[in-house]
């Protein structure tokens, strides 16, 4: 074990090591680093400066891979994923392909000018939405995203529900993001959606389908606040300590594939900030796609893995739901 990273060694302890994928059943996309915020816990240090985009080029390399494939599930993310010239063109190729897309959108971005009418584009397409929303009171929300960043996220879950999101019977799914303000893990998911459907419905008679509770990484301006506010070290023994192999088992860069703006192929989107490209024989770009090495690739790791699987686990779909071993 002596040439193995922490996480590995743990991985070994369950009998998981070295950790493989299990097939591919989402494909995810982040289209770019452009966003209309700057959020204190975001591990991709988007902002409204980042210059780096996909082009349409690389687009049409994802849509080619695709091709060789039954990946069910799209998931496009940024920044604000929005805000790429070519968002519709992207998401409309995916939908002629027959694949179900989802969108991580961080609501405001749909109350700027220029992007009114997006709300609608993907109800048109039944597109899932992910929406990012830190908590259901405005001053917990703002000290993480911004001063306004509430009532424009109000602003935008209203219009919304006003088009048919999250009621019954329109096929439209409208689930919410949960993450931690400080260096904590995420409450129980069953119990805070609980509360946020109550408390969303009774202030502002919001609905939506479900949220997902996800622990901020330790990488990114997450990182940065670890160690300006000295909790960088007790942080990071929280999510060593509570390791749990049941959890590691079931982590999402098993079943996904992160493609970064520049069509670099990565296990998941944290390992895409981190710059740890896919590895151990299998392609890591876009232009060079093998379904066969990619489906059956080796997982690369590090210490930052165990923010997935600390507690109840954590992935882009929420908990993970798993149970400490006894």
């Given at each position: 074990?002596?040439?193995?990273?922490?996480?590995?060694?743990?991985?070994?302890?369950?009998?998981?090591?070295?950790?493989?994928?299990?097939?591919?059943?989402?494909?995810?996309?982040?289209?770019?680093?452009?966003?209309?915020?700057?959020?204190?816990?975001?591990?991709?240090?988007?902002?409204?400066?980042?210059?780096?985009?996909?082009?349409?080029?690389?687009?049409?390399?994802?849509?080619?891979?695709?091709?060789?494939?039954?990946?069910?599930?799209?998931?496009i993310t940024g920044g604000a994923p929005e805000m790429n010239p070519d968002f519709k063109w992207?998401?409309?190729?995916?939908?002629?392909?027959?694949?179900?897309?989802?969108?991580?959108?961080?609501?405001?971005?749909?109350?700027?000018?220029?992007?009114?009418?997006?709300?609608?584009?993907?109800?048109?397409?039944?597109?899932?939405?992910?929406?990012?929303?830190?908590?259901?009171?405005?001053?917990?929300?703002?000290?993480?995203?911004?001063?306004?960043?509430?009532?424009?996220?109000?602003?935008?879950?209203?219009?919304?529900?006003?088009?048919?999101?999250?009621?019954?019977?329109?096929?439209?799914?409208?689930?919410?993001?949960?993450?931690?303000?400080?260096?904590?893990?995420?409450?129980?998911?069953?119990?805070?959606?609980?509360?946020?459907?109550?408390?969303?419905?009774?202030?502002?008679?919001?609905?939506?389908n479900n949220l997902y509770t996800i622990t901020n990484m330790p990488i990114g301006r997450f990182?940065?606040?670890?160690?300006?506010?000295?909790?960088?070290?007790?942080?990071?023994?929280?999510?060593?300590?509570?390791?749990?192999?049941?959890?590691?088992?079931?982590?999402?860069?098993?079943?996904?594939?992160?493609?970064?703006?520049?069509?670099?192929?990565?296990?998941?989107?944290?390992?895409?900030?981190?710059?740890?490209?896919?590895?151990?024989?299998?392609?890591?770009?876009?232009?060079?796609?093998?379904?066969?090495?990619?489906?059956?690739?080796?997982?690369?790791?590090?210490?930052?893995?165990?923010?997935?699987?600390?507690?109840?686990?954590?992935?882009?779909?929420?908990t993970l739901s798993m149970p400490m071993p006894s």
């Amino acid at each position: 074990m002596n040439n193995l990273n922490p996480f590995d060694i743990s991985l070994s302890r369950s009998a998981l090591h070295p950790l493989t994928a299990t097939g591919i059943t989402i494909f995810q996309v982040n289209v770019g680093k452009l966003c209309n915020q700057a959020c204190k816990h975001c591990h991709v240090e988007a902002g409204p400066n980042r210059k780096e985009i996909m082009q349409k080029e690389t687009m049409a390399a994802c849509l080619s891979a695709i091709e060789k494939t039954d990946i069910p599930t799209v998931d496009i993310t940024g920044g604000a994923p929005e805000m790429n010239p070519d968002f519709k063109w992207f998401v409309n190729e995916f939908i002629e392909r027959k694949r179900h897309v989802m969108v991580r959108t961080n609501l405001t971005i749909l109350t700027e000018q220029g992007y009114e009418d997006i709300p609608d584009f993907l109800a048109e397409n039944k597109v899932e939405i992910i929406a990012s929303l830190p908590y259901y009171v405005e001053q917990t929300t703002d000290k993480q995203r911004g001063s306004g960043v509430f009532k424009k996220s109000i602003e935008a879950l209203k219009r919304l529900n006003s088009i048919g999101y999250s009621k019954d019977g329109s096929g439209l799914i409208l689930n919410l993001v949960y993450n931690p303000a400080g260096a904590f893990l995420p409450p129980s998911q069953k119990a805070l959606e609980a509360d946020y459907k109550k408390e969303m419905l009774k202030r502002n008679g919001i609905t939506f389908n479900n949220l997902y509770t996800i622990t901020n990484m330790p990488i990114g301006r997450f990182l940065n606040y670890l160690n300006t506010s000295s909790n960088y070290s007790s942080y990071f023994q929280k999510l060593i300590s509570t390791y749990n192999s049941n959890t590691a088992s079931q982590v999402m860069c098993r079943y996904t594939l992160s493609v970064g703006w520049d069509g670099s192929l990565y296990d998941c989107d944290f390992n895409q900030m981190l710059g740890m490209r896919v590895n151990h024989g299998a392609p890591s770009h876009i232009g060079k796609f093998d379904p066969e090495k990619l489906c059956n690739r080796r997982i690369v790791t590090g210490i930052h893995c165990y923010g997935c699987t600390a507690g109840a686990g954590s992935s882009c779909g929420g908990t993970l739901s798993m149970p400490m071993p006894s």
